[in-house]
């Protein structure tokens, strides 16, 4: 008796409940109408795919002709580091003479010099020893040693060997990128601001150290209603300009430490920005590079979700 009484309170209360005006269900209609219009995706057509395509297989080409290859990074100490695939060098090697030789460090200068027998190459030719030109000088002098090849990288006061191994597993499992559904809503045109060498920004990396880096200026655009700025970090208008950026998906589904973003030239003051084509740094796939970090002024307070993504379980960083 308690049990139907209950129920038929419960229907009197509901009854008694006016129902929504025509005014209100129209309201109701249009804000569910815009919430579904802010998530819509406008889609590429075959050119833009097409050419989106061929960019994005480029990329995989050069991740796993520079990056992926990659087996270690050494930062050497004043004096001598002995490497080989033995386990008591300094420089441990994933393969090759267990003992093949030492690299010695003196004021800023590296030289390598190896034990009897050991087949390393420069430039094709069988050495014994040799003075190291760094990757700074943008020659630097690679050491072929069966599989591997090794150069001297110099990253602020840090002065190290990078070694790549060209039987690398990574390249063999690479499973490729990732990326956000294609929206040409995140193509923007932007405005360019040049700096006329005047602009200066600090740009930290993965290591620690923060770089003050001219800029070649500023692009200011509007996107999903706001108004936004980047700096741009390299590159110039003639060529394209290039920055490193994150925005509010950098804490959940793309690299925490910012992306990529290239452009083409810029043209009568202006240039696109294809958000689309935002890309991880070599960091995202390796633990061996010294990736810069998006600065202050290029971390977005809105959410990007176009570009690459990142998979935070697999990552490198």
Same mark, same amino acid.
């Given at each position: +008796?308690?049990?139907?009484?209950?129920?038929?309170?419960?229907?009197?209360?509901?009854?008694?409940? $006016?129902?929504?005006?025509?005014?209100?269900?129209?309201?109701?209609?249009?804000?569910?109408?815009?919430?579904?219009?802010?998530?819509?995706?406008?889609? $590429?057509?075959?050119?833009?795919?097409?050419?989106?395509? =061929?960019?994005?297989?480029? +990329?995989?080409?050069?991740?796993?002709?520079?990056?992926?290859?990659?087996?270690?990074?050494?930062?050497?100490?004043?004096?001598?580091?002995?490497?080989?695939?033995?386990?008591?060098? &300094?420089?441990?090697?994933?393969? %090759?003479?267990?003992?093949?030789?030492?690299?010695?460090?003196?004021?800023?200068?590296?030289?390598?010099?190896?034990?009897?027998?050991? $087949?390393?190459?420069?430039?094709? =030719?069988?050495?014994?020893?040799?003075?190291?030109?760094?990757?700074? /000088?943008?020659?630097?002098?690679?050491?072929?040693?069966?599989?591997?090849?090794?150069?001297?990288? /110099?990253?602020?006061?840090?002065?190290?060997?990078?070694?790549?191994?060209?039987? &690398?597993?990574?390249?063999?499992?690479?499973?490729?990128?990732?990326?956000?559904?294609?929206?040409?809503?995140?193509?923007?045109?932007?405005?360019?601001?040049?700096?006329?060498?005047?602009?200066?920004?600090?740009?930290?990396?993965?290591?620690?150290?923060?770089?003050?880096?001219?800029?070649?200026?500023?692009?200011?655009? =509007?996107?999903?209603?706001?108004?936004?700025?980047?700096?741009?970090?390299?590159?110039?208008?003639?060529?394209?300009? &290039?920055?490193?950026?994150?925005?509010?998906?950098?804490? /959940?589904? /793309?690299?925490? %430490?910012? @992306?990529?973003? !290239?452009? !083409?030239?810029?043209?009568? %003051?202006?240039?696109?920005?294809?958000?689309?084509?935002?890309?991880?740094?070599?960091?995202?796939?390796?633990?061996?590079?010294?990736?810069?970090?998006?600065?202050?002024?290029? @971390?977005?307070?809105?959410?990007?979700?176009?570009?690459?993504?990142?998979?935070?379980?697999?990552?490198?960083?």
């Amino acid at each position: +008796m308690r049990e139907k009484l209950s129920r038929a309170l419960c229907v009197v209360r509901d009854l008694r409940k $006016p129902a929504p005006s025509i005014k209100a269900r129209w309201i109701i209609s249009l804000v569910l109408f815009a919430a579904v219009a802010l998530h819509a995706i406008t889609p $590429p057509d075959a050119a833009y795919l097409q050419s989106f395509e =061929k960019w994005k297989a480029e +990329m995989v080409d050069d991740l796993k002709q520079r990056w992926l290859v990659l087996a270690g990074l050494f930062w050497l100490k004043p004096g001598a580091n002995t490497f080989g695939s033995a386990e008591n060098n &300094s420089i441990v090697l994933p393969s %090759g003479p267990a003992h093949a030789g030492s690299f010695v460090l003196k004021d800023a200068n590296v030289s390598a010099q190896f034990q009897p027998g050991t $087949p390393a190459k420069i430039e094709n =030719k069988v050495v014994s020893e040799a003075a190291l030109q760094s990757d700074v /000088t943008g020659k630097p002098t690679v050491i072929e040693l069966g599989s591997l090849r090794m150069f001297v990288i /110099t990253r602020g006061t840090r002065i190290g060997i990078r070694v790549r191994d060209l039987n &690398s597993d990574r390249v063999r499992n690479y499973k490729g990128p990732l990326f956000f559904p294609l929206d040409l809503d995140y193509q923007v045109t932007a405005s360019f601001v040049p700096s006329n060498g005047t602009k200066t920004v600090d740009v930290p990396n993965v290591l620690g150290d923060v770089t003050p880096t001219p800029s070649p200026g500023e692009v200011h655009f =509007k996107l999903n209603g706001r108004e936004l700025t980047l700096t741009a970090l390299s590159g110039d208008p003639e060529h394209g300009l &290039s920055f490193v950026i994150s925005d509010l998906t950098s804490k /959940t589904e /793309t690299y925490p %430490g910012g @992306r990529f973003l !290239d452009t !083409d030239p810029v043209a009568n %003051g202006k240039v696109v920005l294809d958000f689309n084509r935002a890309y991880n740094p070599p960091c995202a796939v390796t633990p061996y590079a010294t990736c810069p970090l998006a600065p202050k002024e290029n @971390r977005l307070p809105v959410a990007i979700d176009a570009g690459e993504k990142y998979d935070r379980k697999h990552g490198s960083h």
